[in-house]
């Protein structure tokens, strides 16, 4: 039996685009279409919609842009649901509001003294042992990092991720991720000195010690004092200083 078409005729005119746009939303977002399956082409999407070739083209181009689909060329291309919805994009809008509104570093760390200590709190209520070895791997990842003169930005961002992942609330995880990527991007250009890099393995420790004892309200306070430790190191740069 043939599946019932999930879309409706919207016709060219006013409005046109966006309704494309929200219609394929919700074929996707119903499960309609899953990840990595085909929709239909531009051709029958035009046809379906009564609109032009070019109003479904833009409608396609907004759903790309935004990480919903993926349009790939040739033999067996075509337009297709993407497999996840990739954290970048958010990241990317949250980098144009800072930029636009000239938002500071010290803003920003208020934000994540805000979600941080929640995520180190709900990471330790009852983390499993495959989330507590992450945890610790990505300790002696960064570590090891240091030790050897590497970048360490994306050492110190698994730290965070495996907490949030630890923290089992997706949203949760998404906002950090975003905020942390932002802010590690800055962070990394810091030259730091050997105590403040030992600074900062300790606080990861005693958290991640926290969280393995299963202990939320002492990870949460654990977490404070790391962010607290950050805000010190970084309280040289003003208000108004471009970091981003």
Request: proline share 4%; no cysteine; hydrophobic share 40%.
């Amino acid at each position: 039996m043939e599946a019932a078409n999930p879309f409706r005729a919207v016709a060219d005119g006013k409005q046109a685009h966006e309704k494309i746009v929200a219609q394929i939303k919700d074929a996707i977002f119903s499960g309609t279409f899953k990840p990595g399956e085909r929709i239909p082409s531009e051709r029958e999407l035009a046809d379906t919609f009564r609109t032009s070739r070019v109003t479904v083209r833009s409608a396609i181009l907004t759903l790309r842009n935004n990480g919903i689909v993926t349009v790939r060329k040739g033999m067996g291309g075509g337009t297709f649901v993407s497999k996840d919805l990739d954290e970048g994009e958010i990241t990317d809008l949250l980098r144009d509001i800072i930029k636009w509104k000239n938002i500071g570093i010290r803003d920003v760390l208020e934000v994540r003294g805000i979600l941080e200590p929640q995520i180190a709190y709900l990471a330790a209520v009852d983390p499993s042992p495959r989330q507590i070895r992450d945890i610790w791997d990505s300790i002696e990842e960064l570590e090891a990092s240091f030790a050897s003169k590497r970048t360490f930005q994306s050492r110190d961002e698994n730290f965070h991720k495996a907490l949030a992942a630890a923290a089992d609330n997706p949203l949760l995880s998404v906002f950090q991720a975003s905020l942390i990527e932002l802010l590690f991007k800055f962070i990394s250009t810091i030259p730091w000195t050997e105590e403040e890099k030992r600074n900062i393995t300790f606080h990861h420790r005693k958290i991640a010690e926290k969280v393995e004892a299963k202990e939320p309200k002492s990870a949460r306070k654990a977490m404070i004092e790391h962010i607290q430790d950050m805000r010190s190191l970084l309280s040289h740069y003003s208000e108004g200083e471009v970091w981003i």
